[in-house]
C-alpha cells in the first residue's frame, strides 16, 4: 500500500506562484511514476504534469509547460509542483499521483487527498 501526502496551494493573485509538495511511502514499485492531476468544478480530472523516478524524464500538459515544473527529492521520496504565472483558469482541486508502471499520466494507481489552489485576476 502506499500514501500520498500533499502540502501547499492555497489563493493566489493572477501572475502570482505557489508550490506544491507530495510525499509518498509504503511500498512503491521499482518503476513508478509520481505526478500531479487538477480538477476544476464541473471538470473532468486532468493531468498536469509528472515525471518518471526511475530517469526523472518528465512531463507537461501543454496548458502548463513552460509556467510548471515538476521536481523530485530522492531521499525524501517527494515530488514537487512550481508553479509560476498562475492564471484564472489553473484554478482548481490538484491531487498528486502514483502510477506503479509505466508514465505518470496514469492512470494513476494511487492519489492524495487533493489540495485547492484558487487564482483571482
Known amino acids: 500500500q502506499v500514501q500520498l501526502v500533499e502540502s501547499g496551494g492555497g489563493s493566489v493573485q493572477a501572475g502570482g506562484s505557489l508550490r506544491l509538495s507530495c510525499a509518498a511511502s509504503g511500498q512503491t514499485s521499482n518503476n513508478y511514476a509520481m505526478g500531479w492531476f487538477r480538477q476544476a468544478p464541473g471538470k473532468e480530472r486532468e493531468f498536469v504534469a509528472g515525471?518518471?523516478?526511475?530517469?526523472?524524464?518528465?512531463y507537461y500538459a501543454s496548458s502548463v509547460k513552460g509556467r510548471f515544473a515538476v521536481s523530485r527529492d530522492n531521499a525524501k521520496n517527494t515530488v514537487y509542483l512550481q508553479m509560476n504565472s498562475l492564471k484564472p483558469e489553473d484554478t482548481a482541486v490538484f491531487y498528486c499521483?502514483?502510477?506503479?508502471?509505466?508514465?505518470?499520466?496514469?492512470?494513476?494507481?494511487?492519489w492524495g487527498q487533493g489540495t485547492q489552489v484558487t487564482v483571482s485576476s
Open positions: 515525471m518518471r523516478w526511475s530517469d526523472g524524464v518528465k
Open positions: 499521483s502514483l502510477t506503479r508502471s509505466g508514465g505518470p499520466e496514469g492512470p494513476p494507481d494511487y
